[in-house]
């Protein structure tokens, strides 16, 4: 009888072995992933649910609709959530809802079982604000589901490989010999000798191949070594020079950075600018980085009226994108200047934003959704008539907060962003004016202060919190409520990272 190959001896070992181990895997694999979808099921739904319930904390508390609506609207575009909705004790507040599933409520979601609910608590300060519900669907658990079955079918090499080396293990006594030969040259080639010959190569089976193919890779092999040693000669000076440049090119671009960062700073006021026009004042600038995307500016204009103009601009983006975005602001600022100088017009802080407003997307070409930019930015105008004894406000998502019978007020600026692609160019913005009289004070901000996160829970540092610290320190000359802000924010930031550019003035009428 002819003797079996070694290919022959493996094969019926290999057959039985791998069709029973693969009936078993497959069904062991097919409840696991069962079980594993119910399990991703319920972990996503309690994701989503306590994300919206940290998240929409804040907001719901201060009303404020935007944000509301900007985090329900991030979390409803995860494709598995079909139902969303803030709900007070008198009504929903938010929602957002599946067209499909318009009209339905959350208990309808529960009672199907394609669909994962939950409901949770919005508590602030133990003030109870409603519930958040949210409705999670499994379809696209079900296809991945699908699709870890088709996997599946990837792991069968595995498992053949696996059924092969018990197989091998079964027959060793017909190959150990050669094998154990094989293994010796092939160890000691490993070691370095790569003149070491492959033993039975003059074999017809697999063995003999295999030596064969193995000689030939022992052939590539020590030619390779004897071209990379060629080339490594050189490789370590190369490296040296590569850092070099690296390192050259890092210094330089931290260089231009810093410069900017001179240059930026040129353009802000000078610490004595607000002296003539106001009792006192302090100034709270704080990139984000080297260079930010916060400025404020401070104009005096014409002398017989004794009048000035304050700018706090909040642009697109911090660093370096911001930085330039600023600059943009600064010059645009320059042409409103020079227009109020040469006129005798009334000065009016909303037309100023309407400007700013048209020149950013005629600069940038944001006439449409098509602009390759999108830049821009909110912010807030104070006019101050020292002669006249008014105040005019004008802000594009910020406002002015100022005393009044030692109560802190606050004015809302226009609900609409300068400059972007989606501003309306036509935009008319909303204009305050206020009567002062001395001792009152004005403070504009950007939203980082009021952005930055902290805390134990990680929440925004919060308005009503800066709210509260400017009413409590209210006695204190304006310098030592500079140093409470920054001590408070800082003792509130922790090792969280800061979030955004920071700008935060106070004016002392």
Sequence with gaps: MRAKSIRERIRFSVIVSSVTTLLLFFIVMGVEQYNRMDTMM???????????????????????????????????????????????????????????????SLKWFASKSKFSTLSLPLVYDDHALGTIDIAVSNKSFKETLYRDYIYLLLLTTLLIFIVILRAISVIRSYIFKPLKEFEDAVTSIADGNMSAVMPHRENNDEIGRLAQAFEAMRHAIKSLIQDLNAAN????????????????????????????????GAVMPEKDAFDHHFQDYFDIWLPKDVVGGDIYLFDSLRTDQDECVIMVIDCTGHGVAGAFVTMMVKAIEQQVIESILRSHEAVSPAKILGFFNIAIKQLLQQHDKGSLSNAGFDGSILYYNKQEGIVKFSGAYTSLMYTEDNELKSLSGSKHSIGYKSSDANYIFKEHTIAVQKGMRLYLSTDGFPDQLGGEKGFCFGRSHLIRLLNESQSDAMSQQKNILLQALSNYQGSYERNDDITVIGLEI
């Design 233 to 264: 000669e050189g490789l370590e000076d190369k490296v040296k020079e590569r850092t070099l440049e690296l390192e050259t090119a890092h210094k330089s671009i931290k260089s231009s950075i810093e410069y900017a960062a001179l240059i930026q």
């Design 42 to 104: 319920e972990k996503k739904v309690n994701y989503l649910g306590e994300l919206a319930q940290h998240s929409l904390i804040v907001p719901a508390w201060n009303m404020d609709d935007k944000s509301i609506n900007d985090i329900m609207d991030a979390i409803f575009n995860d494709g598995d959530v079909a139902y969303i909705a803030i709900v007070e004790n008198d009504g929903v507040m938010a929602q957002r809802v599946q067209a499909k599933y318009r009209g339905k």
